[in-house]
């Protein structure tokens, strides 16, 4: 145990920063492992472990000094969080901030399984009215605003390997901002940047539309994936998805249609894929071949079975 535990702190040292893990299990072995997706200014880490506590002092920063906050959801189990004169339980579904320029301690006392991602602290602070008071305390990412941010959480290292080319440093950027953007409402600190209420609305709508996008795109092969269905997901309305995608060139049931069309043309085109073509259809959501056929001719101006011949 001492040497699984010896390479642990290790891993969380170069991975995260100067900290003090310590295991709080009983038992003869030590089980931890921690993925991580760097995307620019923000590290999106996945962890699983068995109970630990982890801490930082005045000792840890001066060796390692660093500007930046953490974003712990929790996944499964529960957390406790201290930092100045607050402490707070963390259950699941719950996600909390932490200073790292400023001692904390993080206590978990079963097993459990925590999203954490490290963004500058310039690009959330000042998105606060009381930016200290954000730190160490449970935010709800079971409804509302504090959901879409989970699913934002949770999109960014699900998507994290095709976001990784030096290429996307804009992106990165933006989605680093949309990400700070959301936590700060979920917050109910927020303060707008933006004279403009109304370029304030757009801005939180089109975060919403990239989340369920990016929702949407994981999901593709579920037949029963709808604009209720999404509605559902993230605690909001039907009439609130619809409204958000106005900003848009196509409405969210349009998007998905066409999401899935695409990829079936894809397929279709894709020598090396020999299915049936209700089989690459079914793939994508489509069981109902007729209204697919219809669907797939009237976006590509041929049949599927023609398109694949005229494509090989």
């Known amino acids: 145990m001492q040497q699984q535990f010896a390479y642990w702190r290790e891993v969380v040292y170069e991975a995260f920063a100067a900290l003090d893990p310590r295991s709080t299990g009983l038992g003869a072995g030590f089980s931890s492992s921690a993925t991580i997706q760097r995307l620019g200014e923000c590290n999106v880490a996945h962890i699983t472990s068995a109970p630990q506590t982890v801490s930082r002092d005045f000792s840890h ?6 500007d930046r906050l953490f974003v712990n959801l929790q996944l499964r189990g529960e957390g406790y969080v201290r930092q100045g004169h607050r402490d707070a339980r963390v259950g699941t579904g719950f996600f909390s901030v932490v200073d790292i320029a400023r001692p904390y301690l993080l206590r ?3 097993p459990f399984e925590l999203l954490s991602i490290r963004i500058p602290r310039d690009r959330l602070m ?31 290292y699900e998507a994290g390997d095709e976001l990784q080319p030096e290429s996307l440093d804009d992106l990165h950027e933006h989605l680093c901002g949309h990400l700070c953007e959301l936590i700060a409402r979920a917050s109910g600190d927020h303060r707008p940047l933006r004279s403009s209420q109304a370029e304030d609305m757009q801005t939180c709508n089109a975060s919403f539309v990239r989340a369920v ?3 949407a795109s994981s999901s ?4 029963d994936l709808s604009v209720g269905n999404i509605a559902r997901r993230f605690g909001v309305s039907v009439r609130y998805v619809h409204k958000a995608f106005t900003g848009e060139d196509t409405t969210a049931a349009a998007w998905i249609r066409g ?4 990829h079936c043309a894809q ?6 894929d020999t299915r049936l073509v209700s089989a690459i259809a079914a793939r994508w959501g489509f069981n109902d071949i007729p209204n697919f056929t219809k669907a797939f001719t009237t976006a590509f101006g041929s049949s599927p079975s023609r398109f694949r011949n005229l494509r090989r």
């Open 126 to 156: 000042p998105l606060v009215s009381a930016p200290n008071a954000l730190t160490a305390r449970p935010i709800d990412g079971n409804r509302g605003i504090g959901r879409l941010a989970v699913q934002y959480m949770r999109a960014l």
């Open 108 to 110: 978990f006392d079963g």
């Open 213 to 215: 996008k990016a929702f």
């Open 259 to 262: 999401e899935r069309l695409r």
């Open 61 to 66: 920063i001066r060796i390692d000094p660093q």
């Open 220 to 223: 593709l092969d579920d037949p």
């Open 267 to 272: 397929d279709l085109a894709n020598p090396a």
